[in-house]
């Protein structure tokens, strides 16, 4: 491996694991100017279809003229394919040209300060979305919610799909816990969009948007929809 190709670099951020909070992300967006306070942002979380909704939203949202930013994850074969503009993914020259620029920056903290992989993927995304001026993000949580790099946006739309008992070694072993780390991306007074769920899950979504002012609407109670094709 060799760390001064800008892939090596991050693919070694795989090293330091996973470790939820917001603070090395916070870090390095400030030292980067917060490009991610410059764009309207709908976060996605959830357990089961959050990445189907993450691009069915942006899919609407291009037919309607916006130029949208998408960050998804994992990837099939290339990591480029997170982030993309109208599905488009993010040009290798564009994402080695952030990469280094993050780099610069990673390689003047202690070791300790160094971001995970995710961290620093979900960093360069929100760069380059400033970059290409995005009119909005639709963006999917990696995991949890409340302390995935993610949750760092401050979104105005927060949508909750179908919760289920995933990565429980880290988000909890109940409903209702794993349910308080999906609905910590919840804002002051933003929209909530959550899919019907569990009962104590249900209840925890509610009382999260209640603290913070904001205002849900639950799938088949308050709205409902249908699946359309949407391919060209």
Same mark, same amino acid.
């Given at each position: 491996?060799?760390?001064?190709?800008?892939?090596?670099?991050?693919?070694?951020?795989?090293?330091?694991? #996973?470790?939820?909070?917001?603070?090395?992300?916070?870090?390095?967006?400030?030292?980067?100017?917060?490009?991610?306070?410059?764009?309207?942002?709908?976060?996605?979380?959830?357990?089961?279809?959050?990445?189907?909704?993450?691009?069915?939203?942006?899919?609407?949202?291009?037919?309607?003229?916006?130029?949208?930013?998408?960050?998804?994850?994992?990837?099939?074969?290339?990591?480029?394919?997170?982030?993309?503009?109208?599905?488009?993914?993010?040009?290798?020259? !564009?994402?080695?040209?952030?990469?280094?620029?993050?780099?610069?920056?990673?390689?003047?903290?202690?070791?300790?300060?160094?971001?995970?992989?995710?961290?620093?993927?979900?960093?360069?995304?929100?760069?380059?979305?400033?970059?290409?001026?995005?009119?909005?993000?639709?963006?999917?949580?990696?995991?949890?919610?409340?302390?995935?790099?993610?949750?760092?946006?401050?979104?105005?739309? !927060? #949508?909750?799909?179908?919760?289920?008992?995933?990565?429980?070694?880290?988000?909890?072993?109940?409903?209702?816990? #794993?349910?308080?780390?999906?609905?910590?991306?919840?804002? !002051?007074?933003?929209?909530?969009?959550?899919?019907?769920?569990?009962?104590?899950?249900?209840?925890?979504?509610?009382?999260?948007?209640?603290?913070?002012?904001? !205002?849900?609407?639950?799938?088949?109670?308050?709205?409902?929809?249908?699946?359309?094709?949407?391919?060209?």
């Amino acid at each position: 491996m060799n760390k001064n190709n800008p892939i090596d670099f991050l693919n070694s951020l795989s090293d330091f694991g #996973i470790k939820l909070g917001l603070d090395k992300t916070n870090f390095y967006l400030q030292k980067l100017g917060n490009p991610h306070f410059k764009y309207p942002s709908i976060l996605v979380a959830g357990t089961n279809g959050k990445g189907s909704v993450c691009k069915a939203l942006s899919k609407i949202l291009e037919f309607s003229n916006y130029k949208v930013g998408l960050y998804t994850s994992p990837h099939l074969i290339d990591v480029k394919e997170r982030i993309k503009i109208n599905e488009e993914n993010i040009s290798e020259e !564009e994402f080695n040209e952030n990469i280094i620029r993050l780099k610069k920056i990673i390689e003047k903290q202690p070791v300790h300060m160094y971001p995970t992989y995710f961290e620093a993927l979900t960093i360069i995304a929100f760069l380059y979305f400033y970059q290409k001026k995005i009119d909005i993000l639709v963006c999917e949580v990696g995991m949890g919610g409340r302390f995935d790099a993610t949750n760092v946006l401050p979104s105005f739309i !927060e #949508i909750i799909t179908k919760i289920g008992l995933d990565h429980t070694e880290f988000l909890g072993k109940t409903y209702k816990e #794993i349910a308080n780390e999906k609905a910590g991306i919840i804002k !002051e007074k933003t929209i909530v969009l959550s899919a019907k769920q569990k009962k104590d899950a249900m209840k925890v979504i509610k009382k999260k948007t209640k603290d913070k002012n904001s !205002e849900i609407f639950i799938y088949g109670e308050d709205f409902k929809g249908k699946l359309l094709d949407i391919s060209p």
